[in-house]
């Protein structure tokens, strides 16, 4: 399940101690919504990378080119952000009523400011730093859905485009209350268009850990924090609760601990941790846990800021289809971002070292 709340948390809710049968439907109906999510998801996998560009095309040309002249060179034309966000009024709709598009003024729903926001981030985030023009590099237009469906405890990214729940006001405050869900969601689109990892097992695990290491440093990046002064928090403002947070890539296990609901966060940050969760694809979110933490001890012992280094490894390293093929495992992304790092810095610098001991510090 592509979305940002994993099954053992959903798990979780169902099996609380809560007697509350509105409680009970709700979070029942929240998880079969997850399962139909799914398998739209898996179904936009296994077609072709140029058909996913077909698709894209083709929305997107739909609105007109996503391209301006570049002031002072009228044969140039440079890319630029093309947002659409739409309000599904809590129904089952996609894409729902359009609200804000590109250019247009804030709205009195802080929602739909929010992700207008975090998309355009997003955006800059990936063609400020890689010149990647939009998910599928190819200007696709980053069409986003809130207010999905009433008190739904979830966001996901459904090969196409981006969708918000708000929550239950009780475990979980809007999914719009954070920009690393929100990169986190679009990134599982970047995925899609590049390596397309299999989410099953070590694949699919790669494909959050990803998803959540490209999401933090879009937080980061958006907030101006170092690797010291970030907290290395997934959904701080979601899960509510100043003491809890969705996942934690500097110490996994430890986002939540003692909830009153969900108990305690139990993510691995090593390979002696690693588990096989037929209720998580075989763990997806769960290992996601020991990749996470070897990010985030590359870039906290690099230092500085994680996207320029450490983060540039990562990326070229996900878009080496080669190297990082569709069911790839933690051997294979680890020895392509050792490549790549010393391609870019030289084995015996600095930045390829630290990456080789993050590595082996997982168990790797």
């Not at 800059?124 to 730093?129: Q, W």
Request: aromatic share 10%.
């Amino acid at each position: 399940m592509q979305c940002i709340i994993p099954p053992y948390m959903s798990l979780k809710l169902i099996s609380s101690d809560n007697k509350s049968s509105h409680f009970l439907k709700a979070n029942l109906g929240n998880f079969s919504i997850d399962e139909e999510i799914r398998g739209r998801r898996q179904l936009f996998g296994k077609i072709s990378h140029s058909q996913k560009t077909m698709l894209a095309n083709e929305q997107f040309q739909s609105e007109g080119s996503p391209l301006t002249l570049i002031s002072g060179d009228a044969g140039a034309l440079a890319p630029t952000v093309h947002r659409e966000v739409y309000d599904a009024r809590h129904k089952p709709v996609q894409p729902g009523t359009l609200v804000r598009k590109e250019g247009g003024a804030p709205v009195v729903d802080a929602a739909v400011n929010n992700v207008y926001d975090y998309a355009g981030a997003t955006w800059d985030f990936y063609y400020s730093l890689f010149g990647r023009n939009s998910i599928d590099n190819a200007g696709m237009k980053l069409i986003q859905t809130v207010h999905y469906r009433k008190n739904y405890q979830n966001a996901f990214w459904d090969g196409k485009q981006m969708v918000y729940g708000d929550g239950d006001g009780e475990i979980f405050s809007s999914f719009t209350s954070d920009i690393d869900i929100a990169g986190h969601e679009l990134t599982h689109g970047v995925v899609q268009y590049e390596c397309n990892l299999a989410y099953q097992d070590q694949s699919g695990a790669l494909n959050e850990s990803l998803a959540d290491v490209f999401g933090m440093m879009i937080k980061q990046k958006f907030l101006k924090q170092d690797v010291k002064t970030s907290n290395w928090l997934i959904g701080e403002n979601t899960l509510i609760g100043s003491e809890y947070a969705i996942r934690s890539l500097k110490a996994p296990g430890t986002a939540y601990v003692n909830h009153p609901v969900l108990g305690t966060d139990p993510q691995p940050d090593n390979m002696n941790g690693y588990t096989d969760d037929p209720n998580d694809n075989g763990g997806v979110h769960l290992n996601s846990g020991i990749t996470n933490h070897a990010f985030y001890l590359a870039a906290y012992n690099v230092g500085g800021f994680s996207w320029e280094k450490v983060g540039l490894v990562w990326y070229k390293a996900m878009c080496n289809r080669s190297k990082v093929p569709i069911n790839a495992t933690f051997d294979d992304f680890k020895e392509a971002t050792i490549i790549e790092s010393t391609a870019l810095f030289g084995a015996a610098n600095k930045v390829t070292l630290a990456i080789k001991d993050a590595w082996k510090s997982v168990g790797l």
